[in-house]
Each structure stands twice: as structure tokens, then as C-alpha cells.
């Protein structure tokens, strides 16, 4: 099986259940929005929901996947940046808790932090700050952590530093590594279109990208973006939700449904959908199948809330892979 390395910004989700939407009102948070704060409204905010259920776990786009992965059993490895401090140890601690092999930088800064607000239905609003995880540079880069792997997989919020995401195609294509790029949010790719299409063309050979993502990077529907993005690389894959997922690999074209779940939360969906999706290709098996797992995992860390499974649900997970695999 190949062995996949994982970069992108290292976070720890503070999961919190609220009782009412009024603490959305005090600290003017949207509800069902993911808004950037600075430290000091981070520490409020936490401060101000104290006397409500919350647990920790490590978060992030890439190391989602990277998670989710080394759940399946995939040799994994992740590069972030976090504080010199208990929640960058408790980053470190989960992750490697999986399976994942963890190269971290570590900041003066505090590790970065999504605290989840919860509302009754299950409906998150995010307070974000980015912290340590936006200070990973070029420099901090070993080329040795690349050497065990076969397979590099970036989360696209990376773009803002293109020099850090240049230098950490370059090594991995020294090491003759695939790499798997998810687009991870149409604004982003709105801000940084040219600069994503200059990597995209010049290193990646997988693309993942949901429907906004895909139509920001070409402005056309889900068909004719799968047709514009395949161009620029080996393989393209655009999720279309509800429908399913959509993926060309030279004149190949497959169309992959989703399975029947009771959906409470999509937080994760992307994420695990790669995850599923890269265990596949790393197995050697056909795009049908990867899309396939790819769409079982969306579908099973939809029926909960946030992008952490819990141990049963990855079993039935693993016995639904393994006859298909076999």
C-alpha cells in the first residue's frame, strides 16, 4: 500500500454544545458561520462558554484526511506548525493516537483553535483563529520527512504562502511523490486563482474540488469544470454533494452516487471523502472504487457531529472496504 504525507494547517476543533443561540448574539457571531478572530476574541469567546459541555479534537482540513487515513490503516505522516503549548501537545497526542506519524513546528504562538458552537439541531458556528498553524514556512520544511512517502496531499488554504506550497511540491516530485490537492474553498480560489492554476499545472496530478470550488476555478458547470481541470492534471475530481461525486482521468469518466445516511452535520464531508477516496489509490484499485470509498466515509461522518468518527463506526466502515476490496 502506498504511504501518504500529509501538510496543512494545524488545528484543534473546541467542540462546544450550546443550550441557546444568544452567546452567537453577545460575541456577533452568524450562526452557521466560520468567522476569523484574533486571539483576544478566541479567549473570550472561550471564556464566555465555559459552563458548557465541549470536548477537543485535533482539526484541520489536510489533517482530517491525514486522520482518516491512518483510521484505514494507511502509513501517514502530517506537517503543521502549533504552539509551544498544552493545546499543540494535545494536537500532537491525537493525531499520533491515530497512526500519524507527526513532523510539527513548534511557535511562540498559540496552537491555532476552531471553537464549534453548537446549537440546538445541530447547526455549527465556527470562531476561528489560525494562530501557530498559518506560521509553517518554506525553511521549515525537511526534505528527509519526505523520503518514507508516496503520495503528498495538500489542503488548498495553504496557497496564501505559495512559496511554502512550491518548495513542498518541489521536494516531494525529487522524490518522485504523487500529489493530491484539494481546492478547500471557492474564496480562496477566487483570491488565489492564478497562483492555484500555476501549481496545479507545473506539480499536481490529483485535483479534489466541490462544486463552488470547481466553478471558481474554471467559472463553468460540474461536467465542463471535470472536463477544464483534467486538462491540467492526471486526475480531477469535483463533488457535487447530494449527488455524489464526479471524476475523469484522461478520456474516463465516472459518476459515483452517495450511499442512504440520515444526515446531521457535513462538517468533514470533503475531508473524508479524500480519505476514502486516497485509500483506494493507494491500494492500486480503479477510480470507480476510489469514489466509491470516497462517498462511503462522506457518508458515514455525515450521520454525526464533526469530522471524528468513533472506533465501531470505523469498523463497519473497514468491512464495507474490505469486500469490495477483495
Known amino acids: 500500500m502506498m504511504r501518504i504525507l500529509g501538510i496543512g494547517n494545524a488545528l484543534v476543533d473546541v467542540m462546544t454544545l ?9 460575541f456577533s457571531l452568524p450562526k452557521g458561520s466560520m468567522q476569523l478572530v484574533d486571539g483576544e476574541k478566541s479567549a473570550l469567546i472561550k471564556a464566555g462558554t465555559s459552563n458548557f459541555k465541549r470536548n477537543l479534537v485535533s482539526g484541520g482540513s489536510a489533517a482530517n484526511t491525514i486522520h482518516g487515513l491512518a483510521m484505514l490503516g494507511v502509513n501517514t505522516g502530517f506537517i503543521g506548525s502549533v504552539g509551544k503549548d498544552t ?22 504562538s498559540v496552537t491555532g483553535t476552531a471553537v464549534a458552537l453548537i446549537s440546538p439541531g445541530s447547526e455549527r458556528t465556527f470562531a476561528t483563529h489560525l494562530g501557530a498553524a498559518v506560521e509553517l514556512e518554506s525553511g521549515d520544511l525537511n526534505p528527509e520527512d519526505f523520503k518514507n512517502y508516496d503520495i503528498l496531499y495538500l489542503e488548498g488554504y495553504l496557497i496564501i504562502n505559495k512559496a511554502l506550497v512550491e518548495r513542498t511540491c518541489r521536494i516531494a516530485k525529487d522524490n518522485n511523490m504523487k500529489i493530491a490537492l484539494d481546492l478547500s474553498s471557492y474564496n480562496v480560489v477566487d ?82 471523502y479524500a480519505s476514502g477516496f486516497l485509500y483506494g489509490y493507494a491500494n492500486g484499485l480503479s477510480l470507480e472504487k476510489c469514489g466509491l470509498f470516497g462517498s462511503v466515509l462522506a457518508g458515514h461522518v455525515i450521520e454525526i457531529v464533526g469530522a471524528r468518527m468513533d472506533e465501531n463506526r470505523w469498523k463497519k466502515i473497514m468491512e464495507i472496504l474490505k469486500k469490495e476490496i477483495q
Open 18 to 26: 450550546i443550550d441557546n443561540d444568544n452567546i452567537l448574539e453577545f
Open 87 to 108: 493545546t499543540g501537545n494535545f494536537f500532537e497526542s491525537d493525531m499520533r493516537k491515530a497512526g500519524v506519524k507527526t513532523f510539527l513546528s513548534r511557535r511562540n
Open 191 to 272: 483570491a488565489k486563482l492564478d497562483d492555484f492554476r500555476e501549481i496545479i499545472e507545473n506539480y499536481v496530478d490529483i485535483v479534489f474540488a466541490n462544486e463552488e470550488e470547481a466553478k471558481s476555478f474554471t467559472g463553468m458547470a460540474p461536467l465542463d469544470a471535470l472536463s477544464s481541470i483534467s486538462t491540467l492534471c492526471d486526475i480531477a475530481i469535483i463533488k457535487v454533494g447530494k449527488e455524489g461525486s464526479l471524476i475523469k482521468h484522461g478520456e474516463e469518466v465516472f459518476k459515483i452516487g452517495t450511499i442512504a445516511v440520515q444526515c446531521i452535520d457535513t462538517t468533514g464531508a470533503g475531508d473524508l
